[in-house]
């Protein structure tokens, strides 16, 4: 039998570690013009269920100026590699 | 039937689990305000936290966005294009009063209702907007408003039809003065969005008449971009006076529709569009969260009120420089609050790593939009904009990024109001 404190930490705990946004809240930006969960909306491109490896060069290329954009570029350089790597595998785990 | 449900999971709550403390019992989140921060605020919140409570108070039943007005000026949107109910809000699991919040208890964590209800809380997400200082400007109160009309809190609706009733009924040949206000304030390149759309109406149904812009600065969001495209657009029919060529409007009479500078200079004008000084709402300043200027500083983490942790402020309530009071920087700071909001609540650490994300289009004329972006993340001291990052579109002869960038406004539009308002 576990001894009462284990119990009043689990009864803590568990609730706590299920209930956070289980995703990088800045992945929730791209949603601001891309639509609702970054579905696409009319003309700009959906972001959702894309391949990560996509999503990560096309981010990339926008922030070297390789890949042609309106604003983009001012966007993606605003991000460092380790939280465009985690925005892009957010927007590609959702469908 | 609200309070009657709210009292009925709460004695539920009480019946199956007595020993249990009020931890167990689901989270109240409260949030006051149904605009950019608060009705994000609530999606954010049933769409992540399935067992919070989640009320939102707003005094409308119908909002209308600040943003897209200027279309409504132009006479390109019609107001019932940028007005929204919250039947979807209310679907989501969010439960919406319209009722006004009137006051705020943060020791016994509970807010007043105008119509006498107390609404218990465990955390406050406060996104009220603001208010305009009347008297701030000699002779602009709120009797003045309905002469000379300041389009600047949408409220129903109401200011904005009326400037752009004005603006239909003026002669052709006649001037538009636009007095516009120091910083800080609402939406820093909404005044010349209004100056251009004002524009693009008078260019095409009264040729001949003018636009006087009076401001109380000297330089402004996104200059170079409208300057140059005034100059290619409207070429003539603006005026731009700053603050240091006696711009700063001091006092107005209404009756006379005279716009009078701080060196006593005169204007008078057929139609005048007055955008006065503001603050942060006044249930902000009533509750004591406002600093001496007028506006509520916050953590750049949590967003809690420095005068009262435990009530998260968003929106343009609050003093985030160098974030511009937008809808965009309202809603992308809105999950932050939330998230910090329920995780403190918890007993956990808000998240880490935070960024804020905004992008302001214009309108600036038919086919032809501009924007801003910035990121911004916690500083030591307030917020830092990420350096190399962001800044305004590229100057130059650049006629598919002008008509891609409106086309890409109307999306960012569609997008964030469909978060909000959207099922």
């Known amino acids: 039998m576990l001894p009462a404190v284990v119990i009043a930490a689990l009864m803590v705990s568990l609730p706590a570690l299920a209930q956070g946004p289980d995703r990088p809240l800045a992945a929730l930006s791209c949603g601001g013009c891309h639509g609702v969960g970054s579905a696409g909306q009319g003309p700009i491109a959906p972001l959702a269920g894309r391949p990560k490896a996509e999503l990560v060069a096309a981010m990339t290329a926008f922030r070297r100026d390789e890949r042609p954009g309106t604003i983009m570029g001012r966007i993606a350089r605003g991000y460092t590699d380790a939280e465009i790597d985690a925005i892009a595998a957010d927007l590609a785990a959702r469908r | ?423």
């Open chain 2, 1 to 423: 039937m609200i309070t009657r449900r709210t009292l009925g999971l709460g004695a539920a709550a009480l019946i199956a689990a007595p020993a249990i403390s009020r931890a167990q019992a689901p989270l109240r989140l409260l949030v006051i305000g149904g605009g950019f921060g608060g009705a994000s605020a609530a999606r954010f919140a049933r769409d992540s936290y399935p067992d919070v409570q989640v009320t939102l108070i707003e005094p409308r039943t119908r909002f209308v966005t600040c943003p897209y007005g200027n279309l409504v000026l132009a006479g390109t949107k019609q107001l019932d294009a940028i007005t929204f109910g919250y039947d979807a809000v209310r679907a989501r699991g969010v439960t919406v009063i319209h009722d006004l919040a009137s006051g705020i208890d943060p020791v016994a964590k509970s807010v007043r209702l105008a119509g006498g209800q107390a609404l218990g809380y465990d955390r406050l997400i406060l996104s009220p907007g603001i208010a305009l200082r009347w008297g701030a400007i000699e002779g602009y109160d709120e009797a003045a408003a309905g002469l000379l009309p300041h389009a600047w809190v949408p409220g129903d609706g109401g200011q904005t039809a009326l400037l752009r009733r004005q603006l239909e009924a003026m002669e052709d040949g006649g001037v538009v003065g636009i007095a516009i206000p120091p910083n800080p304030f609402r939406c820093p390149p909404g005044p010349y969005e209004r100056i251009s759309m004002i524009a693009s109406y008078l260019k095409k149904a009264k040729p001949r008449s003018k636009i006087l812009a009076l401001d109380a600065k000297e330089a402004f969001s996104k200059q170079g971009l409208f300057q140059d495209a005034w100059n290619a657009l409207y070429p003539g029919m603006i005026e731009w006076v700053p603050g240091n060529r006696d711009g700063k409007i001091v006092k107005v009479d209404a009756r006379e529709r005279v716009l009078e500078t701080e060196f006593g200079e005169k204007h008078r004008v057929a139609v005048a569009n007055v955008i006065p000084p503001q603050s942060a709402a006044r249930i902000a300043i009533d509750a004591g969260l406002a600093n001496a200027s007028g506006w509520v500083e916050v953590d750049p983490v949590t967003f809690e009120a420095k005068a009262a942790p435990g009530i998260h402020v968003i929106g343009d309530a609050n003093t985030a420089p160098p974030m511009p009071k937008s809808g965009f920087i309202a809603n992308s700071t809105s999950r932050q609050a939330v998230a910090s909001a329920i995780a403190l609540a918890r007993g956990a650490a808000p998240p880490a790593d935070a960024s804020y994300f905004n992008t302001c289009y214009s309108h600036v004329g038919d086919e032809y939009g501009i924007s801003v972006v910035g990121i911004f993340r916690p500083g030591p001291a307030g917020f830092v904009e990420t350096p190399n990052s962001g800044g305004v579109s590229p100057r130059g002869n650049l006629p598919d990024q002008r008509r891609l960038e409106a086309i890409y406004a109307d999306a960012w539009y569609k997008s964030i109001t469909d978060y909000m308002f959207g099922a």
